[in-house]
């Protein structure tokens, strides 16, 4: 039997290359390449410029089905995938999104991907990487201190200070930070207030960098951000502070994507990371627009399950970027359909065909929504070791009666050569045209009616409930021009309901609104459901209780 190794092992023995070897193979020169050490760098916007008359090649997503403990495998598959494609002679770069710090030490683990379909330098992708995150939490934090300071000095705005809405950040999972009163301690300090931090994760500077076309559009979505209101309820811009100038400035290198290389040495391009549920969660619009422009093929993934982060990706990213996708990969993993058939996680490892069969209705959910956007789709069964023939029989024989495939993928073990079938397959399918993507709704549609669309038709749902004042405020942003923005839903991502423990397929259900948010720089209206929070806090027992140098120096624990 061969030695288990961690990803760890596997990330710290790879054979980097120079990253100007990288560049190169997407043409990009080593001038237009800003390095961070050896093997990671920025692209200059000049590059970024040059190539937007380049041909624009084929877009792969990646989702999944809803997330379980057991674990699907979606960032894996996309880059075992970005490798499968290159493998076959496709010229294919991965777009994905950067790594929050909190719940790296908290329970998540990284975002790297994971055995032999990683991306490298794995350890300063989930720490530091190039400090994108930290530019984002300095700009929107000085938002924040100029929110104050102009209230402190006369608030010439008029802002009513029980209307501030714009918080801090901080990129650390800390729940303690959630709610706080601010400005305690005298007059000096200021005047105090409710207030509180969100992760960096779920800030709109993070949704407005990955949706920028470039600095100047970056500028003027950063002024159009609402930081309060007054007693009129008229809304208070950022740029009526004067502080869009100082944030982009502050912002000036993180909006540069950041191009690394997989354990294969094959290109990818990873920048941002927008809280999947709060926001968009999905890489930038700047990575992938370019990755298209200088490969033939470029694999990128949504966050959470399909029915969260395909959605975004359709209905926000796609709809703002002109962006229109070839082909979708929805991965599923036996032990994952095991937990949506009803059994324990403790009990995944025994052969279960009937749970299989039962948890499948949740991906076939998956599959007939993708197909409303009318993009053709394929499943890639991520393979653990404890799988059994029977079990996959059962996934594959459900997706060819759902009018798709499922293929079995085996990148974590064995790299390219894993998913090779896989890679053969997604080609074909973007290479015969047959895509006919469109958003699920259009822009006139009114806001609650997006809303009901998403509801009905992607979850399922047989009714939406918002009291008055949700309706009402929804009426007047349509009044001031903001009717034709999409929708972001917040929900649980581990149901296709709003009640976290009812897995599957659930038909039939209500989704409550509980309160909606206007995005007016990234662009659109966030509508909160359930008990969504934009602020995680640590598990009993943390990941970070066991990260540490060993005594080689190394570091451990981060997987």
Request: net charge negative; charged share 25%; glycine share 10%.
């Given at each position: ?451 009901e669309t998403i509801a009905k038709r992607i979850y399922r749902a047989e009714e939406v409930i918002a009291d008055k004042a949700v309706r009402d405020q929804l009426r007047d942003w349509e009044a001031k021009g903001y009717g034709d923005l999409p929708i972001c839903m917040a ?69």
């Amino acid at each position: 039997m061969a030695e288990f190794k961690t990803d760890i092992e596997i990330a710290r023995a790879a054979a980097k290359k120079p990253i100007q070897e990288i560049g190169a193979k997407l043409g990009i020169p080593s001038d237009d390449l800003l390095p961070y050490g050896h093997d990671k760098a920025k692209v200059s916007a000049e590059f970024i410029k040059s190539v937007q008359g380049n041909e624009t090649g084929k877009l792969v997503l990646v989702t999944a089905i809803n997330p379980t403990p057991a674990g699907e495998g979606k960032t894996t598959t996309t880059v075992g995938l970005g490798d499968g494609l290159n493998r076959i002679g496709k010229k294919t770069a991965i777009c994905i999104r950067e790594a929050s710090l909190g719940p790296c030490f908290g329970v998540k683990g990284g975002a790297a991907g994971g055995g032999y379909a990683q991306v490298v330098p794995m350890e300063d992708m989930n720490l530091h990487f190039t400090g994108d995150f930290h530019a984002i939490t300095s700009a929107h934090n000085l938002l924040a201190a100029l929110v104050d300071n102009h209230i402190y000095w006369g608030n010439a705005l008029d802002i009513d200070m029980r209307r501030v809405v714009w918080r801090r950040v901080v990129d650390m999972n800390d729940r303690a930070l959630r709610e706080m009163v601010l400005s305690l301690g005298g007059v000096a300090n200021g005047f105090p207030r409710e207030g509180g931090f969100d992760i960096t994760v779920a800030s709109e500077v993070m949704a407005i960098l990955c949706l920028a076309t470039d600095i100047a559009d970056l500028e003027e979505r950063l002024g159009r951000i609402i930081v309060g209101y007054r007693r009129d309820k008229s809304a208070v811009y950022c740029r009526d502070l004067k502080a869009e100038g100082a944030m982009t400035v502050l912002l000036k290198d993180a909006i540069q994507p950041n191009l690394v290389q997989t354990l294969e040495n094959n290109p990818a391009f990873v920048h941002g990371g927008p809280f999947a549920n709060i926001a968009h969660g999905c890489n930038s619009i700047m990575a992938t627009t370019t990755a298209l422009k200088v490969a033939d093929y470029v694999v990128t993934e949504a966050g959470f399950g399909a029915d969260l982060g395909a959605e975004k990706f359709f209905d926000i990213k796609c709809r703002k970027a002109g962006l229109s996708p070839d082909a979708v990969v929805i991965v599923a993993t036996v032990r994952a359909l095991k937990m949506n058939g009803g059994i324990a996680k403790e009990d995944l490892g025994a052969e279960n065909v009937e749970a299989v069969e039962k948890g499948c209705a949740n991906l076939g959910r998956h599959i007939e929504n993708v197909r409303q956007f009318g993009v053709p789709a394929v499943v890639a069964i991520n393979h653990f070791h404890s799988d059994t023939d029977a079990e996959i029989a059962v996934i594959t024989d459900y997706a060819e009666r759902m009018g798709s495939e499922a293929i079995v993928c085996r990148h974590w073990a064995e790299g390219s050569a894993g998913i090779e079938a896989l890679a053969t397959r997604v080609a074909e399918l973007a290479e015969a045209g047959a895509s006919q993507f469109a958003p699920l709704y259009p822009d006139e549609m009114p806001l609650f009616e997006k809303i009901e669309t998403i509801a009905k038709r992607i979850y399922r749902a047989e009714e939406v409930i918002a009291d008055k004042a949700v309706r009402d405020q929804l009426r007047d942003w349509e009044a001031k021009g903001y009717g034709d923005l999409p929708i972001c839903m917040a929900k649980t991502q581990y149901s296709f309901s709003t009640d976290p423990l009812l897995r599957g397929a659930p038909t039939g259900h209500t989704v409550p609104i509980r309160e909606v948010r206007l995005s007016a720089g990234a662009g659109f209206i966030v509508v909160i459901t359930g008990a969504i929070m934009t602020m995680p806090g640590l598990p009993r027992t943390p990941s970070a209780e066991v990260i540490r140098f060993n005594e080689q120096g190394l570091i451990e624990g981060l997987f």
